[in-house]
């Protein structure tokens, strides 16, 4: 410091009050300043100067080094994110002025001083220091953090510690509550409430609880806190009472805790068991909440105890007697009970006619006339339905019941009302390969099968002459009451023409024929009558025809004469050259160029000379120039055989009819 006179603000420094630092002047460079002169009073170590006395050039150097450094004293060496205390210097309505000694005092919003209701000037009060100085130069304090990190440190000494500490619960949020904790807030989650689970978190509100930090997260300024923790010192010493105390067959009185899809959970008074849903009732049980509520107060059996997984495995069930004891005194064979449908599979429906107690309907036994294929066509799941009781097997607990013998059985008087040889009416409900099912009345039908269905025409499937839902005159043929079949036929209404045609359709009659059908020996015919003829492609062309379609157009009329009539097999096979040797040759040209016959190449007689030797010699004749005796040699070849590939005899007819009837399902 230069020698120069002390301003009177130098007497203030020296008796401790906070100051600007004196202005220094240009020491004069000739006089001599005097020395310093005490005025003998002391303060504590300072020495009160006169402020008359001259200063300046008298201060030795140590004097001015102890004045230096109490000048230097009166500033607080202040940093950023530091708790201080300061004294309120001014309140307004909107901000507090705090001095803490530094050159400049603390604007704070008096909405951090909320706790202090009663703050007044001269109080002393805790601040953090944010800022020594914002872009302005301004110093920036904080009450609310200061309080903050005061609680921020009691909060984590509390967590170490493991300290209970009371809180008010403040508000409610999702998954828990959040608490006042020392004046911050802090968060409760639900499964931290209580022992039991907490469905209603409204009831929490406003009231104070004991609590005990559990973790804190730093980063985010983040507590959580628990008061189940508390619960479950005063609980484990009861849970070891409990535990102790166990022994299988053991009944105890509990509480409905919670309840899952596989089970209910059953606080014994600190320890939990559960009760699998098989072990809630002898019955059938699709939820557990059927049988239990929650908080309901139950009684339980305990069943096993499993010490290394603390695990109780508890029931309900067993404190009910056996559904199954003493059945056959509540039960007999053919009895009818009523029930409610539990499940369904294809087989069949289970009823439940009294808790525990399920019998099996098999869906044989639902109905004497229709072929049930699932229950559901029948019955829906929770349906009430009464049945009979066919059987009860007390060992394998199982019990078959019966729908249908609560009605008598309509096959036991069909003969009557339906003997054989009668005829009646029905409907055309279904159509296979080998028949039609025609209904006689609801729920009794019949098979017509495919060879019964015409006398005259070879059908290949019952669709060509029948349609589902026509009205059809049917006889009885046949009844299998075992097995619920019953034959019928529809051509055996009219009578048979076979007794009458060899009159119209004797050997060597000429009539007309309509190609109807292509088979690879020939074609089928539809003669006057509606009756169905057949013609061997050796017949249709005095030259040989290899595929008639190619040479002869379907629904084409054809003049013919009859060459053989069988009526024992059922056949009428006729010739269309032999109707053309009759004619002129005009009309015998007319037919060859209405039907051209492709000629055979070399290779082709070869191979056929090659594959099938001809036991007599072959006509060397072609074309349409054949000699009397050729023309008899050719038909005198086999060929009313009428086996046609695509059909089937009378004989192999009736036995695959016999066959099939049998593979068919039961016709109801």
Do not use: C
Request: aromatic share 6%; charged share 30%.
């Amino acid at each position: 410091m230069s020698e120069e006179t002390m301003s009177p603000a130098t007497a203030d420094v020296a008796t401790g009050a906070a100051a600007s630092k004196p202005t220094e002047a240009p020491a004069a460079k000739t006089s001599k300043r005097p020395s310093i002169q005490h005025t003998g009073n002391v303060k504590g170590n300072l020495s009160i100067i006169d402020p008359h006395s001259k200063l300046g050039s008298g201060y030795n150097q140590g004097e001015r080094d102890e004045l230096m450094k109490l000048y230097d004293q009166t500033f607080s060496a202040l940093k950023a994110d530091q708790v201080v205390k300061g004294k309120v210097v001014a309140i307004t309505p909107s901000e507090v002025a705090v001095d803490i000694g530094f050159k400049s005092e603390g604007i704070i919003p008096k909405s951090e001083f909320s706790m202090l209701p009663d703050l007044k000037v001269g109080d002393d009060v805790e601040v953090l220091v944010e800022a020594v100085e914002d872009r302005e130069g301004r110093l920036q304090l904080s009450h609310r953090r200061a309080n903050f990190i005061r609680v921020w440190e009691r909060v984590n000494e509390a967590a170490k510690t493991g300290e209970v500490i009371k809180v008010k619960v403040t508000k409610r949020i999702k998954g828990g509550l959040v608490v006042d904790l020392l004046g911050i807030e802090a968060f409760m989650p639900g499964s931290q409430i209580d022992i039991k689970p907490v469905r209603d978190f409204d009831i929490y509100l406003n009231q104070t609880m004991d609590v005990r930090v559990v973790k804190i997260n730093h980063p985010s300024e983040n507590v959580v806190v628990s008061h189940k923790v508390l619960m479950e010192d005063t609980v484990n010493e009861q849970r070891q009472k409990i535990v102790e105390k166990l022994e299988r067959g053991q009944v105890l009185e509990g509480t409905v805790k919670a309840i899952t899809d596989f089970g209910a959970f059953i606080d014994l008074g600190g320890v939990d068991g559960l009760v699998h849903i098989t072990d809630l009732s002898w019955g059938r049980v699709s939820h557990p909440s059927e049988i239990v509520k929650l908080d309901q107060l139950v009684n339980v059996v305990v069943l096993d105890y499993d010490e290394n997984k603390k695990r109780i495995s508890l029931g309900m069930k067993q404190l009910q007697p056996h559904p199954w004891a003493e059945i056959e005194q509540r039960y007999a064979v053919g009895q009818k009970v009523k029930g409610k449908v539990v499940s369904m599979t294809d087989y069949g429906a289970f009823i439940e006619i009294e808790k525990g107690i399920e019998g099996l309907v098999h869906v044989s036994e639902m109905s004497w006339t229709q072929h049930v294929k699932h229950p559901s066509n029948l019955f829906a799941i929770g349906q009430e339905v009464e049945a009979s009781i066919l059987s009860i097997d007390q060992d394998s607990k199982k019990i078959s019941l019966g729908i249908k013998q609560l009605e008598p059985d309509p096959w036991s008087k069909f003969l009557e009302k339906y003997p054989i040889g009668s005829v009646h009416k029905g409907v055309v409900r279904n159509l296979t390969t080998f028949g039609a099912f025609v209904e006689l009345e609801p729920g009794i039908d019949g098979l017509v099968h495919i060879g019964d269905l015409s006398w005259t025409k070879k059908v290949r499937h019952p669709g060509e002459l029948l349609k589902k839902n026509d009205e059809i005159d049917v006889m009885i043929l046949g009844i299998d009451t075992e097995n619920r079949r019953i034959a019928l036929g529809r051509k055996q209404v009219l009578e048979n023409p076979w007794d009458t045609l060899g009159d119209a359709f004797s050997e060597g009659t000429d009539t007309t024929g309509k190609i109807i059908r292509f088979l690879d020996k020939g074609v089928v015919v539809e003669l006057p009558g509606g009756i169905d003829g057949f013609v061997p492609a050796s017949q249709l062309s005095f030259q040989t025809v290899r595929n008639p379609a190619d040479s002869f157009k379907l629904d084409e009329t054809l003049n013919l004469r009859v060459i053989e009539f069988d009526s024992e097999n059922k056949k009428i096979v006729l010739s269309a050259t032999e109707w053309l040797k009759a004619q002129d040759r005009a009309i015998v040209d007319e037919y060859n160029a209405k039907h051209p016959i492709a000629k055979e190449t070399l290779s082709e007689t070869s191979k056929k000379s090659t594959t099938k030797r001809a036991p007599k010699k072959q006509s060397a004749s072609t074309g349409d120039e054949h000699t009397a005796a050729e023309q008899q040699e050719a038909i005198s070849e086999p060929i009313g055989t009428f086996e046609l590939p695509e059909e089937t005899a009378p004989e192999a007819v009736a036995q695959e009819a016999t066959a099939e009837v049998a593979e068919e399902p039961k016709a109801e």
